[in-house]
């Protein structure tokens, strides 16, 4: 069993359907890739997983436990954290403190914590401070730690974006094309990164549409073409897929 | 005392209690982002817990706590529906808010009688050995120390730091694991029970209250403060408020001095407007940043 499962998922806007019946399993400390061309339905996939849109019908599974229809705040609880395709930082907050919000369960979180026991909150803060900077340094932009996080370049602020859900402790991370828009170098460098992660132990399901990058990182493939999984299978095997070459050149 | 030493004194007494005031709106726009427009009400909730309070006989403390209690829980039972609203709707929400509490103390004689308003409001601690109204500074100006401490603590803390990614970013937020409304809240409230205080005391200095003195424009006076000052820095809201209030203070006398050929509180308004224009098109930042934290 996976460690996000999920059967038979509806979701339509109006009179489209953006996602129809769409199963999917994501193995544990595996990394599965969502392929397809614009508009397929991936993003949607991803805002129902992490419980933006709660789905029309079908249902969601994470560890085994049902989570369809969570609220998002409930499901990043629960260790799903998911990034955006934009990066969407805090811009006018500085590296760290975009760090820092996303730690978990903060005592200073809490006013009467924050008001009667400064110290207690003060030492979990330096811990988490610790924290962030190794995460900040494993991403190597430590550096810019101090600096507005909308100063950042953008694969600067994709970096962040990783790190800031990285500070949450998921185990399982979905990523909304974690290197759309970032240099062949740096995409490389962060994939690097996600596999490194991966031997940690965590999981992820990655919406990407380099097909070269898949191919070297990808454990599982599922292809989505309106609303529908058109294909499923090891990287290789849907790289010779007729479906696939259907969906991205034509019949 | 000289007159104009008795103007500074009063200005300044009015400044300590908009500060606080602007304080609270900073809170609650400055770091969070909640537009709201509705900050008079919760003011003139205080000033008439306060007042209604201590006209029944019980001492100043408990009028200034029965206001806050009374906002605070106002102002939950507000942030319910209000806070599910785009911050467009929840401006326009809010606004309406504030008129229905200035209506109520309009209509409800029974309780507020009406448009005559409170009189003879008692004046906490009277027989302080020194001249009233240099007392009244100092303890309004405590009233503030303790007000920017309170909400220094709060607006650096984690919790703080949760507002001002909700400011940012609401559904980042959440998708990091905050449960978003119940920080909203919890500002929403705070901030509402913290314009009591500023209403307390402004019920006790005045001694007379009456609905006409809580129009919406005290809303947009708050509003430029903070503003001007710069949202998210509490020392640059303090100067906005400093700054709008002597501009305040100094058109109502200006009739006595000179006359310029315009009634001088029209004039106030025009300035506001203008100076809340200037800033918003050539320094939204308004004179003092928010301070970037830093390791």
């Keep these: 069993m996976g460690i996000l499962e999920l059967k038979e998922v509806t979701k339509s806007f109006g009179g489209v359907v953006a996602l129809n ?201 599922y292809v989505l073409h309106r609303g529908e999984i058109v294909a499923k299978g090891k990287p290789e095997e849907i790289l010779e897929s007729k479906q696939v070459l259907e969906v991205y050149f034509g019949e | 005392m000289s007159t104009l030493l008795s103007y500074l004194v009063d200005t300044l007494i009015f400044i300590n ?46 009028g200034l706590l029965c206001g806050i209690v009374i906002a605070g829980i ?69 009233f503030l120390v303790v007000v920017f401490l309170f909400l220094h603590r709060v607006i650096s803390s984690p919790f703080g730091r949760v507002l001002k990614a909700i400011r940012e970013d609401e559904l980042v937020a959440q998708s990091l694991g905050k449960n978003t409304f119940r920080f909203k809240a919890q500002a929403f409230v705070l901030g509402s029970s913290i314009a009591s205080i500023a209403g307390s005391l402004f019920a006790h200095y005045l001694t007379f209250i009456s609905p006409d003195m809580f129009m919406p424009t005290v809303t947009f006076a708050v509003w430029t403060m903070v503003v001007v000052g710069g949202r998210g820095n509490a020392l640059g809201v303090v100067a906005g408020a400093a700054l709008i209030q002597f501009m305040e203070r100094t058109t109502r006398i200006m009739k006595d001095i000179a006359d310029i050929g315009v009634e001088p509180v029209n004039l106030r308004m025009v300035l506001l407007g203008l100076l809340l224009i200037l800033f918003i098109m050539y320094r939204p930042q308004g004179i003092f940043m928010e301070k970037k934290y830093e390791v």
């Design chain 1, 21 to 221: 019946r769409v199963s999917l399993e994501v193995e544990e400390g595996e990394i599965t890739a969502l392929l397809g061309p614009n508009g397929s339905g991936k993003s949607t996939l991803i805002n129902v997983v992490s419980g933006v849109y709660p789905p029309d019908s079908g249902r969601i599974f994470f560890s085994g436990k049902e989570i369809t229809s969570l609220s998002p705040h409930e499901i990043a609880n629960l260790g799903i954290i998911r990034t955006f395709q934009v990066p969407r930082v805090f811009k006018n907050l500085s590296v760290i403190e975009n760090m820092l919000v996303a730690a978990r369960e903060q005592r200073g979180e809490s006013l009467a914590t924050t008001l009667f026991r400064w110290r207690d909150v003060r030492a979990q803060e330096e811990e988490n401070i610790r924290k962030a900077l190794e995460i900040l340094e494993f991403l190597e932009i430590e550096h810019m730690k101090n600096e507005y996080a909308g100063n950042l370049s953008g694969g600067q602020q994709k970096l962040l974006a990783l790190g800031r859900a990285l500070m949450a402790e998921p185990k399982l991370l979905l990523l909304d094309e974690p290197v759309a828009g970032v240099a062949p170098p740096l995409a490389r460098k962060i994939f690097e990164k996600i596999l490194e992660l991966r031997s940690k132990g965590l999981s992820f399901l990655i919406i990407e549409h380099n097909v070269d990058v898949l191919m070297d990182f990808a454990g599982f493939v």
């Design chain 2, 74 to 142: 106002t102002g939950f039972l507000v942030s319910i529906p209000a806070l599910r609203l785009r911050e467009d709707y929840l401006a326009i929400a809010t606004i309406a808010f504030g008129e229905i509490i200035r209506l109520f103390l309009l209509n409800e004689r029974w309780l507020t009688r009406g448009p005559i308003g409170l009189r003879g409001i008692p004046r906490p601690l009277k027989d302080v050995p020194m001249d009233y109204q240099t007392f009244y500074l100092l303890f309004s100006f405590a």
């Design chain 2, 17 to 62: 209690i908009f500060a606080i005031l602007a304080l609270s709106l900073n809170l609650e726009v400055g770091v969070t982002r909640l537009m709201n427009f509705g900050k008079v009400a919760f003011f003139a909730i205080g000033a008439y817990s306060s007042a209604l309070v201590t006209l029944a006989g019980y001492p100043f403390w408990l």
